[in-house]
């Protein structure tokens, strides 16, 4: 397993506004998940991404993957006031079995009505 | 379906004590697993189980135990609570099936509050 270090750590934007936060890792891995945590409450899955995709979108997210560079991102289109959260990312070096996911200390998004 | 529920929320220990934090969930996952997320520091494995009756160490499984006896069920139990393990511990489970996008996302409990005087 290996650990993800999101960036920024902190971000403030606007209602409406687009929110990019990032993620590197350092080993090759077989898939990346991203996480939202609601203030007090447990993690909540947003996405994964394969190691053999580069873009995926789900709804208002868009998530990007670059095996080449060790990063990953995740946009926020549209953002709401519902969207303040801190969001994590995951990487997996698994193919199957049980994911031994190791979280990195994330990116504390504050959006602002 | 309830999901994965934890109790309590909230706990206090004195150093020394003993306690089991309780987790289960209805989905029929068979993996479930064991997180303690402090400041600063990101969430990090203490225990995890692929079935009942199997169970195997995390990152951070000093000072604690598990044990599986039913898919429903996974308690982790602190054996002589220390301040050390004041955090907010989080429970999660997952489905196994293969090649399915499914067999990779976690679903998380609430968490319990823990602090350990």
């Known amino acids: 397993s290996q650990q993800g270090e999101e960036d920024p750590q902190a971000l403030s934007i606007q209602e409406g506004e687009n929110a990019t936060m990032n993620c590197s890792y350092k080993?090759?891995?077989?898939?990346l998940q991203w996480y939202r945590q609601n203030s007090g409450r447990g993690l909540v899955h947003l996405i994964l991404?394969?190691?053999?995709?580069r873009e995926k979108h789900s709804g208002r997210l868009r998530v990007t993957l670059d095996t080449s560079k060790k990063s990953s991102s995740l946009l926020i289109t549209a953002s709401r006031a519902a969207d303040t959260a801190s969001y994590f990312c995951?990487?997996?070096?698994?193919?199957?079995?049980?994911?031994?996911?190791?979280f990195g200390t994330g990116t504390r998004l504050l959006v602002s009505p | 379906n309830a999901g994965v529920t934890q109790t309590p929320k909230f706990q206090v220990l004195k150093t020394g004590q003993s306690m089991t934090l309780q987790c289960a969930q209805d989905m029929n996952h068979e993996y479930m697993s064991w997180y303690r997320q402090d400041p600063g520091m990101g969430l990090r494995l203490i225990h995890y189980?692929?079935?009942?009756?199997?169970?195997d160490q995390g990152e951070v499984p000093n000072g604690y135990n598990v044990s599986r006896s039913t898919t429903e069920d996974f308690p982790l139990r602190l054996l002589s609570a220390a301040p050390s393990q004041t955090s907010v511990y989080f429970c999660?489970?997952?489905?196994?099936?293969?090649?399915?996008?499914?067999?990779?996302?976690?679903?998380f409990g609430p968490g319990t509050r823990l602090t350990v005087t």
């Open positions: 995951a990487p997996s070096t698994m193919n199957t079995g049980f994911q031994k996911l190791v």
């Open positions: 991404i394969r190691s053999n995709e």
């Open positions: 189980s692929v079935g009942a009756g199997i169970t």
């Open positions: 999660a489970s997952s489905y196994s099936g293969l090649g399915t996008e499914r067999a990779y996302e976690q679903y």
């Open positions: 080993t090759s891995i077989n898939n």
